[in-house]
T-cell receptor, first 114, second 110 residues
Framework: EADIYQTPRYLVIGTGKKITLECSQTMGHDKMYWYQQDPGMELHLIHYSYGVNSTEKGDLSSESTVSRIRTEHFPLTLESARPSHTSQYLC?????????????FGSGTQLSVL | GQQLNQSPQSMFIQEGEDVSMNCTSSSIFNTWLWYKQDPGEGPVLLIALYKAGELTSNGRLTAQFGTTRKDSFLNISASIPSDVGIYFCAGHAGTYKYIFGTGTRLKVLA
């Protein structure tokens, strides 16, 4: 059972608002990730982190930013939301291990920007 | 971005039937993961595979790590209506990056 939590589950906001999507895991995982996924489509990596104070941009260019001040917490922020940001955002985490990798996902945040 | 080839893309089956799907890659992976995703939810990890040739079961699900390390297979036996969803594979080569399959959409007819 994965212990990774995302809030809110659903968010509808107006254009130009600043939002923060929360992600927390209680498994002590070093690595954390943010993926963006449109319905029925592939997952796109937008940010990842190897540990505290480590953040990197992923393969998909994103206007969002992330921070990793604590091991268990990896929030994603959009300074000014636009309709093009409407999507599902999935947080994930894994151990920093050369073997026995397992990637666990949260339930996701469905974001709609009007 | 890079994706794994997964087949079939979708399938309709009768309740009680067995299901098979596979994932192929041009690259070698150290780890294969299989997930199920319901609409509007996050993917749930079903099975993890770490060695070439490894065969692992989780209830009615069985997955295999291909001997070439470039493919993996998932079988579901005696399907039930709650098996409906999107199944996808993921490969990991020892970096931060996971490569995901294109997904198999499963629909079970009662």
């Amino acid at each position: 059972e994965a212990d990774i939590y995302q809030t809110p589950r659903y968010l509808v906001i107006g254009t130009g608002k600043k939002i923060t999507l929360e992600c927390s895991q209680t498994m002590g995982h070093d690595k954390m990730y943010w993926y963006q996924q449109d319905p029925g489509m592939e997952l796109h990596l937008i940010h990842y982190s190897y540990g505290v104070n480590s953040t990197e941009k992923g393969d998909l260019s994103s206007e969002s930013t992330v921070s990793r001040i604590r091991t268990e917490h990896f929030p994603l922020t959009l300074e000014s939301a636009r309709p093009s940001h409407t999507s599902q955002y999935l947080c994930a985490s894994s151990w920093n291990s050369a073997t026995n990798e397992k990637l666990f996902f949260g339930s996701g945040t469905q974001l709609s920007v009007l | 971005g890079q994706q794994l080839n997964q087949s079939p893309q979708s399938m309709f089956i009768q309740e009680g039937e067995d299901v098979s799907m596979n994932c192929t890659s041009s690259s070698i992976f150290n780890t294969w993961l299989w997930y199920k995703q319901d609409p509007g939810e996050g993917p749930v990890l079903l099975i993890a595979l770490y060695k070439a040739g490894e065969l692992t079961s989780n209830g009615r699900l069985t997955a295999q790590f291909g001997t070439t390390r470039k493919d993996s297979f998932l079988n579901i036996s005696a399907s039930i209506p709650s098996d409906v969803g999107i199944y996808f594979c993921a490969g990991h080569a020892g970096t931060y990056k996971y490569i995901f399959g294109t997904g198999t959409r499963l629909k079970v007819l009662a």
